[in-house]
């Protein structure tokens, strides 16, 4: 999959007066309509809807435990039309295992808060820290929210797809599996809440050798369901380093300069220059690391000629804070 947007062809195309981008965005040549700029919370909303109109998956990646992410995915569940494009969301932050407890809750069913808590506390690890994080459950009283104003056949299912105690599958590969079990293999839509590295379509191939099955959710979608899969992934804020670890900031002023809104955040199409051509080790450099050679922790795309435009489809640039 690597180079695999060089060829891609991007047209644009003027509608009422805005601005539009034509991009291809997958490996097989789909090619979805979007703003070339789609600012502030309600624009990234519009945007990421209207993708359901021509793909069955919109990956949406988050920076773990980030207040933004949350508001930006409990907007989109809000939202009046995507409970009738999706029916189902899958979540980095539930248990396989749980999927009972899970189903119940949103519902709206009376939970036990101890064992409502067993959706994340059986994560892979145990006590998965990120998941522990109130935004997280926030997610979930959310989707009962809307649900307790929809008919019992229009509801939202959300799906854990984190393997818990029993589920002998890799993480990937559970969330993977669900995709299929649950949503691709009964023609539905869904929308999937990872951490944005388990969406890049691209990195590099001594990183990948290390990964096992788990090359990428993204990456495995795309072996048996080429081109129904929209990766969005973050980029900006402040960097999170592991202790010790130094690295030089990225220049979000590259993202500054090249857009007209100064409206933060904003959805961009990674088809779009100047955008597509920044490098992953520069914007993507602190999200992945590797502690494992003898120099201590370094990003896996340290010298890599990936470029953002190879990584993912879309980004929600957040600015530089």
Same mark, same amino acid.
């Given at each position: 999959?690597?180079?695999?947007?060089?060829?891609?062809?991007?047209?644009?195309?003027?509608?009422?007066?805005?601005?539009?981008?034509?991009?291809?965005?997958?490996?097989?040549?789909?090619?979805?309509?979007?703003?070339?700029?789609?600012?502030?919370?309600?624009?990234?909303?519009?945007?990421?809807?209207?993708?359901?109109?021509?793909?069955?998956?919109?990956?949406?990646?988050?920076?773990?435990?980030?207040?933004?992410?949350?508001?930006?995915?409990?907007?989109?569940?809000?939202?009046?039309?995507?409970?009738?494009?999706?029916?189902?969301?899958?979540?980095?932050?539930?248990?396989?295992?749980?999927?009972?407890?899970?189903?119940?809750?949103?519902?709206?069913?009376?939970?036990?808060?101890?064992?409502?808590?067993?959706?994340?506390?059986?994560?892979?690890?145990?006590?998965?820290?990120?998941?522990?994080?109130?935004?997280?459950?926030?997610?979930?009283?959310?989707?009962?929210?809307?649900?307790?104003?929809?008919?019992?056949?229009? #509801?939202?299912?959300?799906?854990?797809?984190?393997?818990?105690?029993?589920?002998?599958?890799?993480?990937?590969?559970?969330?993977?599996?669900?995709?299929?079990?649950?949503?691709?293999?009964?023609?539905?839509?869904?929308?999937?809440?990872?951490?944005?590295?388990?969406?890049?379509?691209?990195?590099?191939?001594?990183?990948?050798?290390?990964?096992?099955?788990?090359?990428?959710?993204?990456?495995?979608?795309?072996?048996?369901?080429?081109?129904?899969?929209?990766? &969005?992934?973050?980029?900006?804020?402040?960097?999170?380093?592991?202790?010790?670890?130094?690295?030089?900031?990225?220049?979000?002023?590259?993202?500054?300069?090249?857009?007209?809104?100064?409206?933060?955040?904003?959805?961009?199409?990674?088809?779009?220059?100047?955008? #597509?051509?920044?490098?992953?080790?520069?914007?993507?450099?602190?999200?992945?690391?590797? %502690?494992?050679?003898?120099?201590? %922790?370094?990003? &896996?795309?340290?010298?890599?000629?990936?470029?953002?435009?190879?990584?993912?489809?879309? %980004?929600?640039?957040?600015?530089?804070?």
């Amino acid at each position: 999959m690597e180079g695999l947007y060089a060829q891609s062809e991007m047209k644009v195309l003027r509608a009422a007066g805005v601005a539009l981008l034509l991009v291809a965005v997958s490996a097989a040549g789909r090619q979805v309509r979007l703003p070339d700029e789609a600012g502030g919370i309600d624009g990234v909303v519009g945007a990421l809807i209207s993708a359901f109109d021509q793909f069955d998956i919109v990956a949406l990646g988050e920076a773990h435990g980030r207040k933004l992410d949350s508001d930006l995915r409990i907007a989109l569940v809000r939202h009046p039309d995507f409970a009738k494009k999706v029916r189902s969301i899958v979540v980095e932050f539930g248990s396989t295992t749980e999927q009972a407890t899970l189903d119940r809750y949103i519902r709206g069913e009376n939970v036990p808060r101890a064992e409502f808590e067993r959706v994340w506390k059986t994560l892979t690890p145990p006590g998965n820290l990120v998941a522990e994080n109130p935004i997280y459950s926030d997610f979930f009283a959310a989707v009962r929210e809307v649900n307790s104003k929809l008919p019992a056949d229009a #509801r939202i299912r959300v799906l854990g797809g984190d393997p818990g105690p029993g589920d002998n599958r890799s993480r990937e590969t559970a969330a993977v599996g669900v995709l299929k079990e649950q949503v691709l293999q009964k023609r539905g839509k869904a929308l999937v809440i990872y951490g944005a590295a388990h969406f890049y379509r691209n990195a590099p191939a001594e990183y990948l050798s290390t990964l096992g099955k788990d090359i990428g959710i993204a990456r495995m979608l795309e072996m048996d369901y080429s081109g129904r899969t929209f990766a &969005v992934i973050p980029v900006g804020g402040k960097l999170d380093l592991p202790p010790g670890v130094t690295m030089p900031n990225p220049d979000y002023q590259k993202f500054d300069r090249a857009l007209k809104t100064q409206v933060r955040p904003v959805l961009i199409p990674l088809q779009r220059t100047p955008f #597509r051509d920044f490098t992953a080790e520069e914007f993507l450099g602190a999200q992945v690391m590797s %502690c494992r050679g003898p120099n201590g %922790c370094t990003s &896996v795309f340290k010298g890599s000629p990936l470029t953002l435009g190879e990584m993912a489809d879309a %980004c929600i640039y957040v600015g530089a804070r």
